[in-house]
């Protein structure tokens, strides 16, 4: 997990800190020193610190899986992070995995029920989906007869409603031997992602 800190200065934007670590706690910290001496803070990947969470608080209480008493402690916990990021000056990009949400559907023919896939979520918090002001989604698809990779940008919630279109593709155009991209662009298909950041 990785937790960089940006700042912008004379129209440059430097690298103010970076730390690998999973610990909550080195979380808070980030955001606070952030906001002190930043302008943005980068979090990839914040699954790592909701898993580091619950996995500190079943050791202390010798466990091997959560039990329902502990969600209030563990919701409690993360709720540090989420009015921090909530309330922050900062503009924060929070990462995390993709998981699946999964329900009971009866069958039509049989009339039992089935565990299916419902819906997809941030891997975190049950509500930190809910949080962030832009919540994209992001896929890749291949076409198995070509092989060329398309990677897709949905946008699932947008609370200024800034930005046109449910989703962008975004293609490769050139990749240094590191695996930074120089440029993505939308593809001329699709519609114009309209977003002005900072606006």
């Known amino acids: 997990m990785v937790l960089v800190q940006l700042t912008h200065v004379q129209g440059a934007s430097r690298r ?3 730390k690998e670590t999973r610990a909550f706690k ?14 943005m803070l980068l979090v990839d990947s914040l699954t790592h610190f909701w898993t580091e969470l619950c996995e500190t ?3 202390i209480k010798n466990r091997t899986r959560l039990q329902f008493e502990d969600w209030a402690y563990l919701k409690t916990e993360w709720r540090r992070f989420t009015d921090l990021f909530i309330n922050s000056n900062l ?5 995390g995995r993709a998981a699946y949400e999964y329900d009971y559907v009866e069958d039509e023919e049989t009339g039992r029920k089935n565990l299916e896939k419902t819906d997809i979520r941030m891997k975190a918090e049950g509500e930190m989906g809910y949080e962030p002001s832009l919540l994209v989604l992001m896929e890749r698809e291949t076409d198995m007869a070509t ?10 919630k947008d609370r200024a409603t800034c930005c046109f279109g449910p989703s962008m593709s975004l293609r490769n155009q050139r990749c240094s031997t590191q ?21």
Not at 26 to 39: K, P
Not at 147 to 156: G, P, T
């Open 26 to 39: 080195n979380l808070l910290e980030a955001v606070r020193e952030a906001e002190a001496e930043g302008s």
């Open 91 to 95: 503009h924060i990009i929070a990462c």
């Open 179 to 199: 695996g930074t991209c120089s440029r993505l662009s939308a593809s001329q298909a699709d519609p114009p992602l309209r977003c002005q950041i900072g606006r």
């Open 147 to 156: 092989m060329k990779v398309r990677r897709i940008a949905r946008v699932l």
């Open 16 to 18: 103010i800190c970076s």
């Open 57 to 59: 608080h079943m050791r």
